[in-house]
């Protein structure tokens, strides 16, 4: 059974330091996802990750992916407030377009 | 371009009764995903469809169906509504079955 573990679940920390969310899964798989979720708001697409080795960057947020490990990773470079938010991972569950998510990774930026 | 669209936004139901909630993805959109989030569970996969074909579903009882119509818009249907029910159900569209999904605000489901 496809697994996926975020970790830290809830993460605070203060604006311009850097961090990493980490997310592992348990089986092999095509694609891995990250998600944003702002409270009572929908799932923002932040990346889309489709190769070992992959490396995808939009502003402060890097995403990478190594598949011999079964990890990807968030990194959060200079954190500024407006970036606080739940971040989601999810995997493709042996490429039949069905999302298992991770729990989500609560991040509070304070000013 | 419009994004993905679901009604209603809101919705409060009794227990035993059903409900229906409606997606219309983002246009030329053929395959429509719905997943239920739960402060508990988390986010979980529902169904997904392609070219009106139910192609996979998640676990789930009998009581969660759905259909897609030629147009790509999707229903899902709750019968026999229980209270752990209650959840924010989100619908997704992607151009292809293995593409980026892009997600509707939800619906937002209460059954009291």
């Known amino acids: 059974e496809l697994k996926v573990e975020q970790n830290p679940l809830f993460l605070s920390m203060q604006e311009g330091k850097n961090y990493t969310i980490y997310c592992n899964y348990s089986?092999?798989?095509?694609?891995l996802y990250w998600y944003r979720q702002d409270p009572g708001k929908s799932l923002e697409s932040l990346f889309v990750?489709?190769?070992n080795g992959a490396v995808k960057q939009e502003g402060r947020l890097m995403a990478s992916l190594d598949t011999k490990a079964r990890l990807s990773t968030l990194h959060i470079t200079a954190a500024v407030h407006d970036l606080s938010a739940t971040y989601f991972c999810?995997?493709?569950?042996?490429?039949?377009?069905?999302?298992?998510w991770g729990a989500g990774t609560k991040l509070i930026i304070k000013p | 371009k419009a994004g993905v669209t679901q009604t209603p936004r809101y919705l409060i139901k009794t227990r035993g009764q059903q409900v229906t909630l409606s997606c219309s993805p983002i246009?030329?959109?053929?395959?429509v995903s719905w997943y239920q989030q739960t402060p508990g569970q988390g986010l979980q996969f529902l169904f997904e469809?392609?070219?009106?074909?139910?192609?996979n579903k998640g676990n789930f009882p009998g009581r969660f169906s759905g259909r897609q119509f030629s147009n790509s818009r999707s229903e899902m249907n709750v019968s026999t509504l229980e209270l752990g029910d209650s959840a924010l159900y989100l619908c997704?569209?992607?151009?292809?079955?293995?593409?980026?999904?892009?997600f509707g605000e939800g619906s937002r489901l209460t059954v009291l």
């Open positions: 997704a569209s992607s151009l292809l079955r293995a593409g980026e999904l892009f």
């Open positions: 246009s030329g959109h053929r395959s």
């Open positions: 469809y392609f070219s009106e074909t139910q192609r």
């Open positions: 089986t092999t798989s095509d694609r």
């Open positions: 990750l489709l190769s």
């Open positions: 999810a995997v493709d569950k042996e490429s039949n377009y069905q999302l298992i």
